[in-house]
């Protein structure tokens, strides 16, 4: 079991950045996957972006790639997603999420575990 705690949302003008952060319960496995998915109002909840906790290594998805970077901090058990160029499209709840697959795809019910959300709102 690992409980996940989403902090860092807000509300910005469009062209700033926000940092949230995901703290986890205990240190997640070399293997894990930790992954932010968001859910704008209306909308299905979709990949963001994801980590493999111990190589680091990344994917995002298009609309964000170039925009947000995602990172994580051994020491702390704790995943980042840098969120740079804000656009009023980015306005969701973001969550973040933990997976023991091997090679998780953008499918949601790919993943065990979920925070809680922290609000983002982007203004024009």
């Known amino acids: 079991q690992v409980q996940l705690a989403e902090s860092g949302g807000g509300l910005v003008q469009a062209g700033g950045s926000l940092r949230l952060s995901c703290a986890a319960s205990r240190r997640p496995s070399g293997t894990n996957v930790m992954g932010w998915f968001r859910q704008a109002p209306g909308k299905e909840r979709g990949f963001v972006a994801r980590i493999r906790w111990g190589s680091g290594s990344t994917s995002y998805a298009s609309s964000v790639k170039d925009r947000f970077t995602i990172s994580r901090d051994d020491a702390k058990n704790t995943m980042y997603l840098q969120l740079n160029n804000l656009k009023p499209e980015d306005t969701a709840s973001y969550y973040c999420?933990?997976?023991?697959?091997?090679?998780?795809?953008?499918?949601?019910?790919?993943?065990?575990?979920w925070g809680q959300g922290t609000q983002v709102t982007v203004s024009s």
């Open positions: 999420a933990l997976t023991s697959t091997l090679h998780p795809g953008m499918r949601e019910n790919e993943y065990n575990y």
